[in-house]
């Protein structure tokens, strides 16, 4: 699912009020945390997650592994803060997911 700016602008707004779920540190990015970051995308579709100050890859390396391993996008970076969306396929989880369609 390609993003258009209005979509991207509606997430952001979203996402204003979470706090970062997730972190990347010094064990760096591998297959077991991209399939916990899946799952709690599954759950919930907009996450924010966070780069600690003892971690070895950057923020574009980050973007770079989440976007070329996974359906994930990420819709924004702030410093060290990366916000992600990924639609959920149970239908009971669709709620961010549905209004974004909407734009």
């Not at 916990?36 to 579709?45: C, P, S, T, V, Y």
């Not at 600690?52 to 359906?71: F, G, K, L, S």
């Amino acid at each position: 699912m390609d993003l258009k700016g209005k979509q991207k602008r509606y997430l952001r707004a979203q996402a204003h009020h979470l706090h970062p779920i997730f972190s990347v540190g010094k064990n760096g990015l591998n297959q077991a945390w991209l399939e916990q970051l899946d799952g709690a995308l599954q759950k919930r579709e907009l996450i924010k997650i966070n780069l600690q100050q003892a971690a070895e890859v950057t923020v574009p390396e980050v973007q770079a592994y989440i976007e070329d391993n996974t359906h994930i996008q990420v819709v924004q970076t702030i410093g060290r803060v990366l916000v992600l969306f990924q639609p959920a396929s149970e239908e009971k989880y669709q709620d961010v997911s549905l209004n974004v369609m909407k734009l």
